[in-house]
């Protein structure tokens, strides 16, 4: 790669670089406070029952609250409102601890800057285009015949028409923005800080595929597409000097997902 990525960095770099464990850390309290949240609304949704209905047993109450939860557009109503929600408190929670690596372009920055050409804003949009087929067609192959679907999908496909385009707008929009910061800003960063540019993609993208395996309902053919998408995500942040074409590819690839899921729909 460039020369820039090879130069060591200098003991005033070392002090404000994030640490490996700090940056896995804030991945996993993203996806931790996820969780959190929808305990919380099963919490709230169950005791709404109990103040409405107090003559209902424990057992109906949680009748109740499950059949609530298990309604497509709660779930989806969840992810509209509260993915925003945890996405504003961890981009604080980055800006807060490293300010001065924010709007920096290169390693150990994160990426918030225009990249060095416009060019590269398109060439991230014909990438987003690219790679949905190509990673379908890897899938298919490791699949051998099994269905691959996303819990976002999922939610797309069940989820009233008038919830489609909120959700679909958080996809391509909030998720891409703050999976990117975390990934191609935060953890990269701390990875190069301490290995080489190779193990520093390879291990970003590799944590990368398997964090969404959940997600996939556990399906591992489907991990070696993500894995793909992430060292291309990585390739771009890394050539370009921002974390923006990065960003806009992954829009554009939850995008086109959505276009073909709710056209097949």
């Known amino acids: 790669m460039t020369r820039w990525l090879s130069k060591p960095a200098t003991p005033a770099d070392a002090e404000r670089t994030p640490g490996v464990p700090y940056a896995l850390a804030l991945i996993m309290i993203y996806f931790l406070l996820q969780i959190t ?22 057992a109906q109450v949680h009748a109740r609250v499950w059949h609530t939860l298990q309604n497509p557009d709660s779930n989806a109503l969840l992810v509209v409102l509260g993915l925003p929600l945890i996405a504003l408190l961890m ?28 060019r590269w804003y398109v060439l991230a949009v014909l990438i987003g285009l690219v790679m949905p087929p190509i990673g379908a067609l890897l899938t298919q192959l490791l699949a051998h015949g099994h269905a691959v679907t996303q819990n976002v999908e999922e939610l797309s496909r069940q989820a009233s028409s008038n919830l489609r385009l909120p959700l679909a707008i958080v996809a391509v929009t909030v998720g891409p923005m703050i999976e990117e910061l975390l990934f191609r800003g935060v953890l990269l960063s701390a990875l190069m800080h301490r290995l080489s540019t190779r193990w520093s993609v390879a291990i970003c993208a590799s944590l990368f595929g398997v964090v969404h395996l ?7 053919y489907a991990i070696p597409n993500l894995i793909l998408l992430a060292v291309v995500l990585c390739w771009l942040r890394l050539k370009s000097a921002s974390l923006w074409p990065a960003v806009i590819t992954h829009s554009v690839y939850n995008l086109f997902a959505l276009i073909a899921l709710l056209a097949a729909t």
Not at 91 to 116: C, E, I, N, Q, T
Not at 214 to 220: A, E, I, K, T, V
């Open 37 to 58: 949240a929808g305990v919380l609304i099963s919490f709230l949704i169950g005791l709404l029952e109990s103040i409405r209905h107090p003559d209902l047993s424990h």
């Open 91 to 118: 981009f604080w929670l980055v800006h807060r601890a490293w300010p001065m690596l924010w709007a920096r372009p290169r390693p150990p920055g994160f990426g918030w800057h225009a990249p060095l050409s416009a």
């Open 214 to 220: 959940s997600g996939l309902d556990f399906q591992w």
